[in-house]
């Protein structure tokens, strides 16, 4: 028995073996079967149901973004570029100088308000000493009617007598009329240089002359210390490349912005749906596309006073055959009021999950 061949003895237990088989794996009972058939439809009747009891109390939106309070830099006087101390990316703090633009047309400007101030002092004093100002042109005139007036009572005298022609008598006559004239001409341009020389009210003290060099000169020197642009706000610098030395600027267009920092909020961009129960003040959290490990707190500080197409630069006309209604969305500002880990840049993707019931999550 110990030369039996091994094959045989396998050959010999294959058939006990398939015998054993369907003994090894019994069919499943039918209770299993109803079970598993009404087990899976409750599983995902439960799922659903606590899915729409973790959205209750809470709007959510991924139409956010982060905003900052920026400024744009522009040149109050018009000229060209000499020296720029800034570039993008650049932080500034608020009084920094920038950028100059080239001073010396603005030196010139000075220079000829200085020389139109002497010119009026220079008038001034050429009227205080003025004929006309002074009386003698009038005491001449008064002289002049008394020697004519004298002259004409000889010829009156001699014309009743019959001693003197008509001829004589009229021309001492005119005499007398012209000097009294000349008396009035006299007098008229004294006022004329009294009004001259007189102060107006809104600048007492001061010719108005004068004054108005002064003026030109003020603006003259004002023009030139806004050839020195200085930052308004502390901020990073963007959007600068066109501060460049040569560039010629026109005054009133932005050359650059200034991104203030620590004023970043978000603007989210709810449905109007989902403003039932929104308030101010309500909690919360904020989330990025940009660093998905960072969820920070906040708070809602204001609603929208308008729709988003309402403020837009070409309003939707719904008064159209072919209207659609379209679910509008509404600007909601929510303050942050956890500090981030990360940098906080304008314009970043976020989402925003507002707690309506008023809870801390």
């Not at 080239?102 to 050429?126: E, K, M, S, V």
């Not at 940009?290 to 309402?310: F, M, Q, R």
Request: net charge neutral.
């Amino acid at each position: 028995m110990a030369d039996r061949d091994p094959q045989i003895e396998i050959d010999e237990a294959a058939p006990a073996a398939r015998d054993l088989a369907p003994e090894a794996a019994p069919a499943p009972s039918r209770w299993n079967k109803l079970v598993l058939m009404a087990g899976v439809p409750l599983l995902v009747i439960a799922g659903a149901g606590g899915y729409w009891l973790s959205l209750q109390g809470k709007v959510f939106t991924d139409n956010a973004y982060v905003r900052q309070d920026k400024v744009s830099v522009t040149a109050e006087v018009g000229g060209q570029i000499v020296e720029v101390l800034v570039d993008d990316d650049d932080f500034v703090k608020a009084g920094d100088l920038m950028f100059r633009i080239d001073p010396a047309p603005y030196r010139i400007q000075i220079a000829q308000a200085d020389a139109a101030i002497a010119t009026a002092q220079a008038n001034a004093t050429a009227l205080r000493n003025a004929s006309a100002l002074s009386g003698s042109d009038i005491a001449a005139a008064r002289e002049d009617i008394a020697f004519a007036q004298a002259s004409y009572d000889r010829q009156a005298a001699l014309w009743s007598k019959g001693f003197t022609t008509k001829a004589d008598f009229e021309a001492a006559q005119h005499r007398v009329a012209q000097a009294r004239e000349a008396l009035r001409s006299a007098e008229a341009k004294r006022t004329e240089a009294a009004a001259k020389l007189s102060q107006g009210a809104q600048v007492p003290g001061e010719l108005p002359a004068i004054a108005a060099a002064r003026a030109q000169r003020e603006a003259a020197q004002l023009n030139l210390a806004r050839t020195e642009v200085r930052a308004p706000i502390a901020g990073r610098v963007t959007q600068a490349d066109r501060l460049q030395k040569g560039q010629q600027l026109i005054s009133g267009v932005p050359v650059a912005t200034i991104v203030a920092t620590g004023t970043s909020y978000i603007e989210a961009n709810f449905k109007e749906t989902q403003l039932a129960r929104m308030a101010i003040g309500q909690p919360a959290e904020i989330t990025f596309d940009a660093y998905p490990d960072v969820k920070l707190k906040g708070h809602v500080e204001a609603i929208g006073a308008g729709t988003g197409s309402e403020f837009s630069i070409l309003p939707a006309q719904n008064a159209t055959g072919n209207w659609v209604k379209v679910t509008q969305r509404v600007p909601v500002r929510i303050v942050i009021d956890s500090k981030s880990p990360r940098p906080l840049i304008a314009g970043l993707s976020t989402g925003v999950t507002v707690f309506t019931d008023g809870r801390k999550h």
